[in-house]
């Protein structure tokens, strides 16, 4: 089945650094789409990507679409201690039904 | 902000009994799905929902599993049989009206099934 490859598995990092997570794909994907995770909750829409190339910011986050609509990044610029969380990128592959298809997420730590 | 809400937060149940677990998705919204995530792991799809009839299910969605919209509000995923394995994190979503590339999904909290 479609895969959604997430690196790094986790980071660990000072406050105040940027932060960059990615995600490929040998599938195209119509959407791609940032979730956050904190423990025990579900996942909390970060960043929508609709079109290749599209790159988006939301406060300290951006995310861009790739060009070839296999991959994206997230960023996290001047990170702070309650970015601490599961990122998960996810892929809507452009079905009628809206399924997602999600990497395997990155932990992300913050050391104050 | 409208949000997708779940009941229960939390589930124990012994192996073999059924669960019922509830989701009431955003008012508006047409297409509802349920996602697992066992501990440690990434969200898997379980099924999608349209129109009172599922539209995609994966193969984790075998026949212990069955979706119900019972009324205009709740949708529930209904467990016949739990087995250990089940222990996950049962995520709701819906999107809607339509369920076009602009669409996106929004999670419930989840439920924490434990299966004793």
């Known amino acids: 089945g479609q895969q959604l490859n997430q690196s790094p598995q986790s980071m660990f990092i000072q406050e105040g650094e940027d932060v960059s997570m990615n995600c490929t794909s040998s599938?195209?994907?119509?959407?791609w789409l940032w979730y956050k995770q904190d423990p025990g909750e579900g996942p909390v829409l970060l960043i929508a990507l609709y079109k290749a190339g599209e790159l988006t910011s939301n406060g300290r986050l951006t995310a861009q679409f790739g060009i070839t609509r296999k991959d994206s990044f997230l960023n996290i610029s001047a990170s702070i201690p309650s970015d601490v969380g599961i990122y998960f990128c996810a892929g809507h592959l452009g079905s009628n039904t809206g399924k997602l298809i999600f990497g395997q997420g990155t932990t992300l730590q913050v050391k104050p | 902000e409208p949000e997708v809400t779940q009941t229960p937060s939390h589930q124990v149940t012994q192996m073999g009994q059924e669960v019922i677990l509830r989701c009431v998705p955003i008012s508006n919204h047409l297409y509802f799905y349920w996602y697992r995530q066992i501990l440690g792991q990434k969200v898997e799809f379980l099924v999608s929902f349209y129109n009172n009839e599922i539209s995609e299910k994966s193969e984790i969605f075998d026949d212990q599993f069955s979706v119900e919209r019972p009324d205009g509000s709740n949708f529930t995923l209904k467990i016949r049989s739990t087995k250990l394995e089940d222990s996950a994190m049962y995520f709701c979503a819906s999107i809607g009206p339509t369920v076009g590339i602009q669409e996106t999904q929004y999670f419930g909290p989840g439920t924490r099934l434990l299966v004793l």
């Open positions: 599938s195209i994907f119509n959407t």
